[in-house]
């Protein structure tokens, strides 16, 4: 009631005492440390300037609204994705940076990339700390993988990014697992009645769908895992399929 208040009930959010300083009729909207919390002084902002409670002035230094919040976007294993990387620099268009990590120095997209960084193995234990340390010190928003393999590992940890506000642009775990395993597509697309290539992963079952006659040349011989296009094979006769079968499987072995 107006006995019990001297102004009128206003938004908890008032109350916090690190998005903006009072003083008089002037407020600061203050920039927090944290990406995670940068929408507490949007919000502060707004209030200020738009509760009928308010007749004041504000001063945002960092220009905080939806629109001009930086983003600052993440490459990882950037390898030789320069026109990625362009693409991305352009869209943003000043509103925010582009890093590129690669474990090579010599990757040739760390060269258009506005800050490039040498990272460990995406196999090393320190990668993923690696990774924040980086998202820390460079205020990074979203983070964007450019290689296959490394898609596990970041599905994987991406509740770590979360946690600090950046956006890790990946699918989740069972759906990498589905796409990176060529039997599990298959079998994937062919539970949903759609029509898929036959599919087999041994070459007696593939030489037995020849002799029944449900298997024609030319086929496509790949490895069960993989990407890039690495050892595809187009064998059109038994003689080429049966040969560029034992050459893939030494392959694999080294």
């Given at each position: 009631s107006s006995e019990r208040y001297s102004l009128s009930p206003l938004h908890n959010f008032l109350f916090t005492r690190d998005s903006s300083i009072s003083i008089y009729?002037?407020?600061l909207i203050g920039k927090m440390a944290s990406n995670v919390r940068e929408r507490e002084s949007i919000i502060m902002d707004h209030i200020?300037?738009?509760?009928s409670n308010f007749k004041v002035e504000t001063y945002t230094p960092a220009k905080l609204t939806d629109t001009e919040m930086k983003q600052n976007i993440l490459?990882?294993?950037a390898g030789r994705r320069n026109y990625l990387i362009n693409y991305f620099k352009e869209a943003?268009?000043?509103n925010g940076i582009v890093i590129a990590v690669d474990q090579d120095l010599l990757a040739p997209a760390l060269v258009d990339a506005d800050i490039a960084i040498q990272v460990p193995d995406i196999y090393d234990q320190t990668y993923i700390s690696e990774l924040v340390k980086i998202t820390k010190i460079h205020s990074v928003?979203?983070?964007i993988s450019l290689n296959d393999l490394e898609l596990p590992i970041l599905s994987?940890?991406?509740?770590?990014?979360?946690?600090e506000g950046i956006k890790v642009i990946i699918s989740d775990e069972n759906v990498i697992d589905i796409c990176f395993d060529k039997l599990k597509t298959f079998n994937f697309i062919k539970d949903l009645g759609l029509n898929t290539p036959k599919t087999y992963i041994s070459l007696e079952s593939a030489l037995q769908a020849i002799h029944d006659g449900d298997l024609e040349f030319p086929l496509v011989l790949k490895p069960r895992w993989g990407s890039a296009?690495?050892?595809?094979?187009f064998p059109k006769s038994l003689e080429e399929l049966e040969l560029s079968y034992k050459l893939q499987k030494l392959k694999l072995k080294n």
């Open positions: 009729n002037k407020v200020f300037k738009f509760h490459f990882t294993c943003l268009n000043g928003t979203a983070i994987k940890n991406k509740s770590i990014f979360e946690k296009s690495i050892g595809i094979e």
